[in-house]
């Protein structure tokens, strides 16, 4: 993973918000997790991500995260989502 970011965040209230969602995803929990752009992603969590120092383009240094969810219905499928894509995290269970 490279330290860029599309969007990185400095505001305490939107770090918050990424540290919870990152504390709603522990490892190898399954997951449902619906995106903010309304696509929805099932599988299962690789590794509990961490909130991490990213730049944006424009140079920017702020917070946010990476979480690999391998694929409920493909496992050898991975989807790389940045912790500010998710809008809910339900929990299905555990691998």
Same mark, same amino acid.
């Given at each position: 993973?490279? *330290?860029?970011a599309e969007?990185?965040?400095? =505001?305490?209230? =939107?770090? &918050?918000?990424?540290?919870s /969602?990152?504390t709603q995803? !522990?490892?190898?929990a399954?997951? &449902?997790?619906?995106?903010?752009?309304?696509?929805?992603?099932?599988?299962?969590?690789? #590794? /509990?991500?961490?909130? *991490?120092i990213? @730049? =944006?383009?424009?140079? %920017? %240094?702020?917070?946010?995260?990476?979480? /690999?969810?391998?694929? &409920? @219905?493909? !496992?050898? /499928? #991975? @989807?790389?989502?940045?912790? =500010?894509?998710?809008? %809910?995290?339900h *929990?299905?269970?555990? #691998?």
């Amino acid at each position: 993973m490279g *330290q860029f970011a599309e969007c990185v965040y400095t =505001d305490q209230a =939107d770090i &918050a918000l990424l540290e919870s /969602r990152a504390t709603q995803l !522990p490892d190898e929990a399954k997951v &449902a997790l619906v995106l903010i752009v309304g696509s929805k992603v099932e599988g299962v969590v690789s #590794a /509990r991500p961490t909130v *991490q120092i990213f @730049h =944006d383009d424009a140079g %920017e %240094e702020g917070i946010n995260g990476l979480v /690999r969810i391998d694929d &409920a @219905h493909d !496992p050898q /499928r #991975a @989807h790389y989502l940045w912790l =500010d894509e998710i809008l %809910e995290v339900h *929990q299905t269970g555990s #691998a």
